[in-house]
Every structure is written in C-alpha cells, then in structure tokens.
C-alpha cells in the first residue's frame, strides 16, 4: 500500500477479494465504442492508497460473444513491461479449459540473501545512492538549462529534450475526464516498413502517431506551429528482471515538422530518437533511472504549482511501446483477441500512446485528457490513415 504523505509500502494481511476483482456486463445491444467509453470511465478514479493498489474488472456483453478483462494498477507497483509478462503468466498458451494463476496474484521474485553486515551494508549504499542521484540531478539540471536557454533563443539543440518544447493544445491543464481509443495495423507490414526506411517499430509508430496528431489539430482549428516533444519510456530491465517496482528511464525525442511528408516525418524521428539515444547511452543504469525519477518529480512540480503554465511543459505526449508476445493465450479456452495497454497520464500531458504487439498485430492504445482531446476515435482514426499514407509512400519508393 502506498500511505498519504511520504510515500511507503506497507503489507496487508487481508484485502477484500470483492472490491478488487469485480463483474460488470454491457447492456444487450452495446457497441465496441460502448466498452471503450466504459473503460475510460473505469480509468478516471484515483486508486485507493489504503488498499493495495490494484483494481480488475471482468466485463461481459462485449459483442461478438467476447468479454474483456479491465486491470488498473499504480505505477509505483510495477512497470508496463513487467507489468504485462505477468498479465500473459496469467493466461495459458493452451485451448485447454484451464484457468491460471491471475497476474495479481502469481508470486514475486525471492529477494537476494541480505549480505554478512547488512547494517554497514545499507549505509554505504544509502551514501553512495545518495551520491550518484546529487551529481545525476546536478548534471541533468544544467544539461536541461542549456538546452531550454538554446533552445528559447532560436537554436536547434539536439538529444534528449526535456522541459523544451513550447505549449501545445495536449498540454491543457489536467482534468479528470478520460478518453480511450484503439487502432491496430499489421505487424509484419510495420516490421517491412520499418527496414525500408532503416528505423525501428518505436520510429514507425512516432512517426504516425505525430503526423495523425498534427491533422487532428488541424481539423479542430488548434493547429499546432512547432515540433512536438515526446517522451518515450525505456525500459532498464533484462528478460530475466521481473522484480516488484519500476525500472524505467525516458527519451524527450522531438518529432517532425508539422507540414512533413510522412517518409520526411519518419526520417526526422529517426534522427532525433538515435540522437536522444546517443546522450541515454551514455549514463548508467543508475543515473538513468535517477534521470526519469527527476524529470518526473519536475513535471509534477510544475504542474501541481501551475508553474508549468507560464513555463515550457516537461513534454507534449507519452508515447511507449511495451513488448508484446507471437504466440496465442487463452483464458479458459477463451482465446485472447487482442490487448491494448490503457496507460496513465502525468502532470498537465494529455496524451499517453501505449503500443503493443500481440501475434500477428500491433495494437494502440490512446488515454487523454479530454480537456486536451475531445475526440480521442477521431485521433486514433488520424493515425490510422498517417499510417496508410505512409505505407502508399513506401509502396512508391
């Protein structure tokens, strides 16, 4: 449990198996449309910090005699790549009417035996922590200083770009309100595009999920003069790492101009994540967890205090791609059909686009801020035809 205040973890002896894992049923007649609204709605609420922090919801009536299965967990808890190698833990990879171990309750990692003086032990690590993460804060607050004061007299800084890009209709301040859309595209035709213009699934899916942005807010009379900023989480852990917390650092990667051609959309994204990457590359794991911890605590900062306001915002979207899996799962003999990662939105950053793969697809899932995005299908269908387009410039090249 995460207690008010500082922030901890506490141990529960009990929890309330109702509360957590409940049913819910569409009305006779609903619409996919229908289950996304309700999931949106679903999403809006704070977890409660004096339960443990997880809800999931088991939801029936969706149509094609399907169901969906809805699952809210905080952050501190857990990150979305592990998060999701326990969600398909929970699943079987066989049409057996089985039903597995559920993701929230399958067993964490044994902690490492505690060394010989584990007293003098913690210490030194606390001083040595407490080290790196002052010279990390220091070193990545003058890095973000130059780059905001270059950047705020008309020069074109390069790498990783927080607390640079100006205000954009996606930064409107928070509001409760969500919104939740899908899209999916073919996976093996993203790979082969991806190739052909020598960048990765992540560059793709920047790429289109910018240029469907861009016309997005053009067709609502907020066109947006300036490259957008996103932040791309990346994710510190190896295959073997499936310990409880988050190992995450970021990339603040600018996107293309906003009257690019697709294929000179996806070859400014190219250039600017490998140049976001290059500054990442260089730290450590420590500091590049300390790196996103610090960012993050700004962004919250300024929007908490409203500073971020009258100041450049930390970044103008999220956008994440979590690994996904080739192979069919099942629940029950249930096969899956497809899962869309519904993240979490930060500070005044209306905008968090999650992808994830799931056999043959690649599927998105976009949260906002209503209040930033009013019509989230209307995005989610932008992007989907940002891709075709660049699938026809492709085809031509």
Avoid at 328 to 345: D, E, K, Q, R
Avoid at 346 to 362: E, H, R
Wanted: net charge negative; charged share 15%; proline share 7%.
């Amino acid at each position: 449990m995460l207690g008010v205040g500082a922030p901890h973890f506490r141990e529960v002896d009990t929890w309330d198996s109702h509360y957590h894992v409940q049913h819910l049923a569409l009305p006779s007649g609903s619409s996919y449309d229908d289950l996304l609204r309700l999931v949106a709605d679903l999403h809006e609420p704070m977890l409660d910090r004096h339960r443990p922090l997880f809800r999931c919801w088991v939801i029936d009536g969706v149509p094609g005699n399907r169901f969906a299965i809805y699952t809210k967990t905080h952050h501190s808890i857990i990150d979305g790549v592990s998060g999701l190698k326990k969600l398909y833990e929970g699943l079987s990879t066989s049409t057996e009417r089985t039903i597995p171990t559920p993701a929230f309750a399958l067993p964490t990692p044994e902690p490492p035996p505690a060394p010989p003086h584990p007293g003098l032990h913690r210490l030194l690590d606390t001083i040595h922590s407490a080290v790196v993460q002052v010279g990390t804060v220091n070193q990545i607050s003058l890095s973000a200083a130059r780059k905001a004061v270059s950047a705020a007299l008309g020069s074109h800084v390069e790498g990783s770009l927080p607390f640079v890009a100006p205000h954009a209709p996606t930064n409107a301040p928070a509001q409760q309100a969500r919104g939740f859309a899908t899209l999916s595209v073919p996976l093996a035709e993203m790979h082969r595009i991806a190739r052909q213009h020598h960048a990765t699934l992540n560059d793709v899916a920047a790429a289109i999920i910018d240029h469907g942005l861009h016309a997005y807010l053009r067709q609502a009379g907020q066109a947006y003069a300036h490259e957008l900023v996103a932040m791309c989480p990346v994710s510190l852990r190896d295959d073997s790492d499936s310990a409880v917390g988050t190992r995450v650092s970021a990339l603040f990667v600018r996107l293309g101009r906003p009257e690019a051609t697709m294929t000179d959309r996806l070859r400014e994204v190219v250039h600017s994540v490998a140049s976001a990457k290059d500054e990442l590359g260089a730290m450590s794991t420590n500091a590049a967890m300390t790196f996103a911890v610090a960012l993050v605590a700004l962004a919250g900062a300024g929007a908490s205090t409203h500073l971020d306001r009258v100041g450049h915002p930390a970044c103008n979207l999220v956008i994440s791609n979590i690994p996904g899996n080739t192979e069919p799962h099942y629940l029950n003999g249930a096969p899956l059909i497809g899962i869309f990662p519904v993240s979490a939105l930060a500070a005044s950053i209306g905008l968090n686009v999650t992808l994830s793969s799931y056999c043959d697809t690649m599927n998105f899932g976009f949260v906002t801020n209503t209040a930033a995005i009013s019509d989230v299908q209307a995005l989610a269908e932008f992007t989907g035809k940002a891709y075709a387009e660049l699938t026809a410039e492709s085809a031509r090249a």
